[in-house]
């Protein structure tokens, strides 16, 4: 019923950046606060930065801290996540999901996107 839709993942060398992308409707958007999370192999599902509504509460994990910044632009309906100085520890399925009207809870979920990062 609710569609988030990823893109950007991909494969790169230690060090390098990606930019994530996570669109969804009007609707949905406007009204929901939005995270990142991550899954590796034989590990438990993630946090890794959150973003209010109005985009002026930010958090991240202390292991993303510094390295990854969250953003949102309510014009365009899209939530990124810039990576930069990416580790091979950082590789893992990304998830972009939505919390209706800032709530707290996330109650949709993209379909994830495979982030690759080679020694």
């Not at 309906?77 to 990304?94: F, G, H, I, W």
């Not at 972009?96 to 994830?112: M, N």
Request: include cysteine; glycine fraction near 12%.
């Amino acid at each position: 019923q609710v569609q988030l839709v990823e893109s950007g993942g991909g494969l790169v060398q230690a060090g390098g950046s990606l930019r994530l992308s996570c669109s969804a409707s009007e609707r949905t958007f406007s009204t929901s606060g939005m995270g990142w999370f991550r899954r590796s192999p034989g590990k438990e599902r993630e946090f890794v930065a959150r973003i209010s509504v109005s985009g002026g509460n930010i958090a991240y994990a202390d292991s993303v801290k510094g390295r990854f910044t969250i953003s949102r632009d309510n014009v365009k309906n899209t939530m990124y996540l810039q990576m930069n100085s990416l580790k091979p520890e950082d590789t893992a399925v990304y998830y972009c999901a939505a919390a209706p009207l800032g709530d707290g809870t996330y109650r949709y979920w993209g379909q994830g996107t495979q982030v690759t990062i080679s020694s």
